[in-house]
């Protein structure tokens, strides 16, 4: 089994920046892709922004210029940077990673979710 667990999440005012971390620990035997996700209440959960191990980056429209995601491959963990937020950035945000454990079988992760609330 993989956990994730994400930190940073917190009340910011528009134009602010967070920054959002997440580790990933258990019988991991490597990792693939990693990336965050939000949800906004009574929306669907939207990919942000992901990262594969080898560095390449895919962000949503939305994150472009202002949001940046980086990855600790020794540390198993990956981070986002936040920076102008909006209040439409407002949202749970969620970690997922793409591990494989010891017994060889890949599955797709998710951590437990971290509220981002932005203030206009």
């Known amino acids: 089994q993989v956990q994730l667990v994400e930190s940073g999440g917190g009340l910011v005012q528009a134009g602010g920046s967070l920054r959002l971390s997440c580790a990933a620990s258990?019988?991991?035997?490597?990792?693939?892709?990693m990336g965050w996700y939000r949800q906004a209440p009574g929306k669907q959960r939207e990919l942000v922004a992901a990262?594969?191990?080898?560095?390449?980056?895919n962000y949503a429209d939305s994150a472009k210029g202002r949001f940046t995601i980086s990855r600790d491959n020794a540390k198993n963990t990956v981070t986002l940077q936040m920076n102008s937020l909006k209040p439409e950035d407002a949202a749970v945000y969620y970690c997922?990673?793409?591990?494989?454990?010891?017994?060889?079988?890949?599955?797709?992760?998710w951590g437990q979710g971290t509220q981002v609330t932005v203030s206009s």
């Open positions: 258990g019988s991991i035997f490597s990792i693939n892709a």
């Open positions: 997922n990673a793409n591990a494989r454990d010891y017994q060889g079988i890949s599955r797709l992760y």
């Open positions: 990262i594969t191990y080898g560095g390449t980056t």
